[in-house]
């Protein structure tokens, strides 16, 4: 079956960076749009960066100029480059999978807590 293992959370000062690693198991990687997510506490789950299966990036505004999203089609592996943190970036992040054609994220995993000390 299909799995996504999400690693790379933790605790990082305001200013400071973190690289989340999402590894995919169990589904035609290529082929797939993966995606970052995040919820913090009290909030509804927001997007945060997507990485098509045909190359295209896309972003939330609030991480555009911060984050970067890039994958490993080799590794089955996406990746969030996460700069300049703030405190309004503490959630927990989840990546997730979606078929090229889908329009709703089929996959998700389970997510790792990024927390940002002020």
Known sequence: QVQLVESGGGLVQAGGSLRLSCAASGLTFSSY????????PGKE???VAS???????????????????????????VHLQMNSL???DTAVY???AKTRHAYEYDYWGQGTQVTVSS
């Not at 749009?33 to 913090?40: D, E, L, P, S, V």
């Not at 990485?51 to 592996?77: C, H, L």
């Open 51 to 77: 990485f098509r299966w045909n190359g295209i990036t896309d972003y939330a505004d609030s991480v555009k100029g911060r984050f970067t999203i890039s994958r490993d089609n080799a590794k089955n592996t």
């Open 86 to 88: 703030n405190a309004e």
């Open 33 to 40: 749009t993966m995606g970052w997510f995040r919820q913090a």
């Open 45 to 47: 789950r927001e997007f």
């Open 94 to 96: 989840c990546c997730a």
